[in-house]
């Protein structure tokens, strides 16, 4: 027979041994991000990674180009960049200059901390 609050005697609820431990839903969803995680293994992650790298190149390579050529010549140049070989050739030279310059300040930092985590 079920006892109601009222019936039960001080001692009682003191000495009892139910608990009441609420959990928080802060602790509950960090809990829970743990746990996905621990089953996320690199390979995702990396593909990931390298999927918005790659999509970024070619987007990145116009951007310089417009940019340059925007610094160098009017916009009626650059509009027709392609009929002009001089314009072209500069426009090109200095890009892949800024290019270059992209791609090394990207990949010295990440050659270093790879070997510092394989090591």
């Known amino acids: 027979m079920e006892r109601s609050v009222s ?7 003191v000495t009892s041994t139910d608990s009441f431990t609420p959990t928080a839903p802060a602790a509950n969803t960090l809990d829970k ?4 995680l ?15 790298t790659f999509m970024q190149y070619s987007v990145f ?9 925007q610094s160098n010549f009017n916009s009626s140049v650059c ?9 072209l050739d500069v426009v090109q030279e200095q890009a892949s200059h800024w290019i270059l310059g992209s791609t090394a300040a990207l990949t010295i930092p990440s050659i270093i901390v790879a070997n510092y985590l394989g090591s």
């Open 33 to 36: 991000l743990k746990n996905v």
């Open 7 to 13: 019936d039960a005697s001080s001692t009682d609820l």
């Open 79 to 87: 509009q027709n960049l392609n009929n002009n070989s001089y314009a």
């Open 61 to 69: 390579q116009d951007l310089v180009y417009q940019k340059t050529c």
């Open 38 to 52: 621990s089953i996320v293994t690199v390979e995702p992650v990396l593909f990931l990674y390298m999927l918005a």
